[in-house]
């Protein structure tokens, strides 16, 4: 996907006069560089590290885990990975340049010409990056840390040469991106301190000149190019992680003091600037929550291990995330999905079937206790009793909510629930999303996703892709997309781009109110359709298993498309406004009755291409079929009778 004219004067209409100034220096530094040979770096003698796991930390990892792991390990070893629903096998021997879905290689050259955006040109950009990453490296030096057999660490090494080799400073694809550059420094730490035991490990690391040469580089390239004003979301927090947690555990620099404060005091600013005070992260999108709540503790755990102080912000943001998720998952530990997802990590050391959401909530606990209202976490992870060795306790003293939060204010959340906790309910009533170009947000005001028993009822169907495919990626992030109401044929909001939003449509909480043990009350309005309202309730009745949803116009009615969005794992029978659920939990058969507003004709739509329409992503690069109901009609005038949808569990 190439970039218009056009999206460039959108892009820069979303910039204030501070950050273009810093993007002009930028792109003078860029140009610069390009015209210079890389320097070859300080020269380094003596390097120790130091930055080791405590004793008993291995051994503390459960026996499942360990399990997973290593079966994790030996498919890596056999040369096998999945990456965003494409599987590779030829990890044995990867060529880091290539795009396995579309068979493309990326273009060589200096790395910030390199036109990573152009799939035609480069690939799919997001397959060529994440086994860059080198998390399934941590993977596999984890699965030497616990087994000691030297082959996992000797295919690390391996490839970390090869990857060198390939990928000389400033040189190709991988040198683009910070964020990368952050995540792929993380790697190296943990990837060291996994291979601890190894007698090849300094040999790799600290006594091998090309591996300084990366790690001083990696952090040059970071220290020069932040992400910048708009852009600076997730991004910045990996950059200023991995920068931090490099300039730690590889203190071998004349820069390195100096880079670490830099990229501590960006992180403590950036961290605060992206999570709201009720804990969530303000891009509003779930899994970015996650992302940056693993770059912290990661981050936090490298400090720790250093004896470097932090500011006690860091520590109260990192915590207040935590009680954050406890309160927003489902009975299953599963957040909502909201806003955009990529399936992007902070720091991997699990073998495939780890949960993701226990894993964070259990390190949460390890580190700053458990709530009484918490959900309980049976599950076990090896990356868990690792950061826990390394973080030091924090949390008595600290005010934590006594109750599990329902309604997040800052964030629009809010959450119902029946007292079983097994109808879970997600309002949004938040902003649009994070900065002036909302990056990660989707067009999905007053959605509401439902859930019995942890099985979505009611879906948000996900994300699928970011680049290459304009009119997917459109499908995902719009407003027929969630299960919510469309006017005039139009989104809320209004995109300038696949990552940029041009106008915001602004949303208001009127009602959130769970006080009545018997209906639990929701209600909330947005402005995206000026000069008219959409105005919609939500009532959960505990007794009657049943969920009532009023949609409104308010001002100019126009042609209405209202959508719900069903899980892959649910069927529905459609007929006469009348939509007759079913799915199945551990072989019993569950259902449901969807009671549609008869003012407007209903259709199934299921797997339909042109244009995309009922799809349900579970991860990055992934899509099902799904059946989706969409109503089609005017809206009403007002003061009229507004459109009701009851949805009863039977």
């Known amino acids: 996907m190439t970039m218009s004219a056009g999206w460039y004067l959108r892009r820069l209409s979303a910039m204030g006069p501070q950050e273009i100034a810093g993007r002009v220096g930028d792109t003078l530094r860029r140009r610069r560089w390009g015209d210079e040979t890389p320097p070859a770096g300080p020269a380094v003698s003596g390097a120790r590290f130091t930055a080791v796991l405590p004793d008993g930390a291995i051994e503390a990892v459960p026996v499942d885990a360990a399990k997973r792991l290593v079966a994790e390990a030996d498919r890596l070893m056999d040369g096998r990975a999945e990456f965003f629903g494409v599987e590779r096998e030829d990890m044995t021997d990867p060529d880091w340049w290539l795009d396995p879905k579309t068979g493309r290689r990326a273009t060589a050259g200096y790395a910030l010409d390199v036109p990573y955006r152009d799939e035609d040109t480069v690939g799919d950009i997001k397959q060529i990056w994440e086994p860059s990453r080198h998390q399934y490296l941590t993977v596999l030096a984890a699965a030497y840390a616990v087994t000691g057999d030297e082959r996992y660490a000797e295919r690390v090494a391996a490839h970390l040469r090869s990857w060198w080799k390939v990928n000389p400073p400033l040189e190709g694809v991988h040198w683009v991106s910070g964020i990368e550059l952050g995540i792929r420094l993380l790697s190296w730490v943990w990837v060291r301190r996994l291979l601890e035991g190894w007698p090849g490990a300094a040999a790799l690391f600290e006594a091998n000149p090309t591996a300084l040469h990366q790690i001083w580089h990696h952090q040059r390239w970071l220290a020069a190019f932040p ?224 859930r019995h028993d942890g099985v979505e009822v009611l879906a948000d169907p996900g994300t699928y892709c970011y680049h290459g495919q304009p009119e997917w990626r459109s499908y995902f992030r719009s407003t027929l997309g969630h299960n919510t109401l469309e006017l005039g044929g139009a989104d809320q909001s209004v995109s300038g781009g696949p990552f940029l939003w041009t106008r915001h449509a602004r949303t208001r909480v009127l009602v959130a109110d769970t006080s009545d043990p018997a209906v639990a009350r929701w209600c909330a309005e947005h402005d995206g359709y000026q000069p008219s309202t959409h105005r919609r309730r939500v009532e959960l009745a505990d007794a009657a298993q049943e969920l009532r949803i009023t949609d409104e116009v308010v001002g100019e009615g126009g042609q209405v498309r209202l959508a719900f969005h069903l899980g892959p794992e649910v069927t529905a029978e459609l007929s006469d406004g009348l939509a007759r659920l079913t799915w199945s939990v551990d072989g019993e058969e569950r259902s449901a009755v969807l009671d549609l507003p008869g003012q407007l004709a209903w259709r199934a739509h299921r797997g339909e291409s042109e244009p995309p329409l009922g799809w349900y992503s579970e991860g990055f690069g992934r899509k099902v079929p799904a059946t989706t109901l969409v109503g089609t009609g005017l809206g009403p005038a007002e003061g009229a009778r507004g459109f009701v949808t009851v949805l009863t569990f039977t």
């Open 227 to 450: 992400s910048r004003g708009s852009s600076a979301n997730n991004h910045v927090i990996a950059e200023a992680a991995g920068q931090f947690a490099a300039s730690c555990a590889f203190d071998w620099f004349p820069e390195s003091e100096r880079w670490r404060g830099q990229a501590l005091r960006s992180l403590d600013r950036h961290l605060r600037a992206n999570t709201f005070l009720s804990g969530l992260n303000r891009e509003l999108a779930s899994e970015y929550h996650g992302l940056v709540l693993e770059l912290g503790l990661a981050a936090l755990a490298e400090a720790d291990a250093a004896e470097v102080p932090v500011p006690t912000t860091v520590r109260l943001v990192l915590l207040r995330m935590t009680d954050a998720l406890a309160a927003v998952v489902d009975n299953r530990l599963r957040p909502p999905r909201q806003g955009d997802a990529d399936d992007g990590h902070g720091l991997v050391v699990d073998g495939a079937g780890t949960d993701r959401w226990a894993s964070l909530l259990a390190t949460g606990e390890a580190v700053f206790g458990r709530l009484p209202w918490w959900p309980e976490v049976t599950a076990g992870d090896a990356r868990t009793p690792m950061l826990a060795a390394l973080l030091r306790p924090y949390g008595p003293g600290v005010a934590r909510p006594e109750r599990r939060p329902v309604h997040l204010p800052d964030a629009g959340m809010t959450i119902l629930r029946d007292a079983a906790d097994r109808i879970w309910c997600r309002c949004d009533g938040g902003p649009h999303g994070f900065l002036s170009i909302a990056a990660h947000g989707h067009a999905d005001a007053l959605s509401v996703e439902v």
